[in-house]
């Protein structure tokens, strides 16, 4: 079990450019999550999916754009990148019960100059 | 009210000694408080959990110590050894739907030999 993995690992966008960050779990998890990590706040939550085919806004969604086509990937796009959204990504994934275990994958680190 | 305030930033403990790390939080519908370990260059990962109809959760050196009248939580490292130098997270998350966790800021532990 390869559990949750993030392409790519590291990349460097210009001002305005797009990009896609794939997430991808082998554990059969419904729920899917895409969180950036900055210094000094924390993990904040910016899209989840409860399922195939289903997005929800998290707590900070403005930038991004997201989608799940198939169980097993979770796709995190910035369709104009700006410099605010340097940071590093993760992903994870849970079953559908409450208050259960994330897993998280190892993180894009992402700068935009 | 979803916040989860978490001290200290960074915390430097002696090999052997006692690490401490202090979390609050005011949303009372929170009713699972777990406790995420991230290496440097890794995701987080589960470190443990507890709920609130208990006071206290250990797990080989880590304890959890929950007040919940004061809403407060703590992570205590008993014996903190080098190999426990990582970031941790205090979060917390509630019943009902998809699992929105709120994470704590982090910090950093360093355990000098």
């Known amino acids: 079990n390869a559990g949750v993995t993030q392409t790519p690992k590291f990349r460097v966008l210009k001002t305005g450019q797009s990009m896609t960050l794939l997430c991808a779990q082998d554990?059969?998890?419904?729920?899917m999550y895409w969180y950036r990590q900055d210094p000094g706040m924390g993990l904040r939550l910016i899209h989840y999916s409860v399922g195939e085919g289903t997005t929800a806004k998290g707590e900070v969604p403005d930038g991004y754009n997201v989608s799940r086509l198939k169980k097993q990937n979770f796709l995190l796009g910035l369709e104009s990148a700006a410099p605010s959204q340097t940071s590093v990504y993760f992903c994870?994934?849970?079953?559908?019960?409450?208050?259960?275990?994330?897993?998280f994958g190892p993180g894009t680190r992402l700068t935009v100059l | 009210q979803q916040q989860v305030k978490q001290s200290p930033q960074s915390l430097i403990v002696q090999k052997g000694g006692i690490s401490i790390i202090n979390c609050a939080y005011e949303n009372t519908a929170f009713d699972y408080f777990p406790w995420y370990q991230q290496f440097p260059g890794k995701g987080p990962a589960l470190l443990i959990a507890i709920r609130p109809d208990v006071s206290e959760k250990k797990e080989g050196r880590f304890t959890i110590s929950f007040n919940k009248s004061a809403k407060q939580f703590s992570l205590h490292i008993m014996d903190s050894q080098p190999g426990d130098s990582a970031t941790y997270f205090c979060?917390?998350?509630?019943?009902?739907?998809?699992?929105?966790?709120?994470f704590g800021t982090g910090t950093k532990l360093q355990v000098i030999p």
């Open positions: 979060a917390a998350s509630m019943a009902g739907g998809y699992q929105k966790v709120t």
């Open positions: 554990m059969n998890h419904e729920y």
């Open positions: 994870a994934s849970s079953y559908p019960r409450e208050n259960g275990e994330q897993f």
